[in-house]
């Protein structure tokens, strides 16, 4: 991987998830260094609307992709918010280790 690479997130964690970055998210490498296997990842939303995170994630957590898109980081925060709204986690988001692949998007 290199700076300016789009990637999407590949599991679920709650270290990402407090900033609001969760699994099949895409962003970019905004950073040419990899330090101790993390890179910088920018998670953009479309158009003008903020960003949603600038993170540290760690290799093994991304992979690379052709395009990013920015709409599919909205639908994928719309439903976590919805999921916070409701109360609904029925799916057990994070119930006792940091990975949580399983969870459904």
């Not at 699994?23 to 260094?33: A, E, L, Y």
């Not at 990899?34 to 158009?47: A, H, K, R, S, T």
């Not at 960003?51 to 290799?59: F, M, S, W, Y």
């Not at 690379?64 to 599919?72: E, F, G, K, N, R």
């Amino acid at each position: 991987m290199k700076e300016l690479d789009c990637v999407e997130v590949t599991v679920e964690k709650e270290k990402y998830a407090r900033d609001g970055v969760h699994k099949g998210m895409n962003g970019w490498i905004c950073d040419p260094r990899c330090i101790d296997g993390y890179w910088l990842v920018n998670f953009p939303q479309y158009g003008e609307k903020e960003n949603i995170a600038t993170l540290e994630i760690k290799e093994d957590d991304l992979k690379l992709i052709p395009v990013m898109d920015a709409t599919v980081n909205e639908q994928i925060k719309a439903q976590f918010e919805n999921v916070e709204k409701t109360g609904n986690n029925s799916n057990g988001r994070f119930k006792d280790s940091e990975d949580n692949s399983d969870y459904m998007v």
